[in-house]
């Protein structure tokens, strides 16, 4: 089955720049989004179709892709930041969704 | 803005049908995908399934066989059936908007403990 590999973990200072990475073979072909979930919320889309921030989100929070990789770029970290983040895209027919395993962003 | 609210019972016993609903409100649910996702305790998000408002739907393979997922547009609500269900099925189960593509609202959970 499909799958996307995001690190388990990332932690930066305040202020800092982090940068959570999602890799998968139908990525130069399917689009990615990104999810921040903080304890006991749901989760909130913070980045759609790999570059496009919705309406609300910080500028400082910016996606890239690159071949197998899209890159969810968080400038000026702040503590409000610390959350899980997820990457979500489809297999290579489009049909099936796939969630990475999360990354824990801990502000340090 | 789309608001979406899970229910259903907080606990299923082990080889009994999960069964939960979300009701749509601040938007239509016609001629969109209405998606549902897990989360088991202090783990991950799985995808479960979608469904179109013309009833078409595509499921997880790793469910398929245990889940089914139906809309009724007159009431503004979309559903998921899980059979046989076992401890591994304890989860905060979502709702969402959207399909194989970006879901862009989300409902606050609910959580479904399987147990006996």
């Known amino acids: 089955s499909y799958e996307l590999t995001q690190p388990p973990s990332v932690s930066v200072s305040p202020g800092q720049t982090a940068r959570i990475a999602c890799s998968g073979d139908?990525?130069?072909?399917?689009?990615a989004y990104w999810y921040q979930q903080k304890p006991g919320q749901a989760p909130i889309l913070v980045m759609n179709?790999?570059?496009e921030r919705p309406s609300g989100i910080p500028e400082r929070i910016s996606g890239s892709s690159s071949g197998t990789t899209v890159t969810l770029t968080i400038s000026g970290v702040q503590a409000e930041d610390e959350a899980d983040y997820y990457c979500?895209?489809?297999?290579?027919?489009?049909?099936?969704?796939?969630f990475g395993g999360g990354t824990k962003l801990t502000v340090l | 803005q789309v608001r979406l609210q899970e229910s259903g019972p907080g606990l299923v016993k082990p080889s009994e049908t999960l069964s939960l609903t979300c009701s749509v409100s601040?938007?239509?649910?016609?001629?969109?995908?209405w998606s549902w996702i897990r989360q088991p305790p202090g783990k991950g998000l799985e995808w479960i399934g979608y469904i179109h408002d013309s009833g078409s739907t595509n499921y997880n393979p790793s469910l398929m066989g245990r889940v089914t997922i139906a809309v009724d547009t007159s009431k503004k609500q979309f559903s998921v059936r899980l059979s046989s269900v076992t401890a591994a099925d304890t989860a905060v189960y979502y709702c969402?908007?959207?399909?194989?593509?970006?879901?862009?609202?989300w409902g606050q959970g609910t959580l479904v403990t399987v147990s006996s």
């Open positions: 601040g938007g239509s649910i016609s001629s969109d995908y």
């Open positions: 979500q895209s489809a297999d290579i027919t489009g049909v099936y969704v796939v």
């Open positions: 969402a908007r959207g399909g194989n593509f970006v879901l862009d609202y």
């Open positions: 139908a990525l130069p072909k399917q689009f």
């Open positions: 179709k790999d570059t």
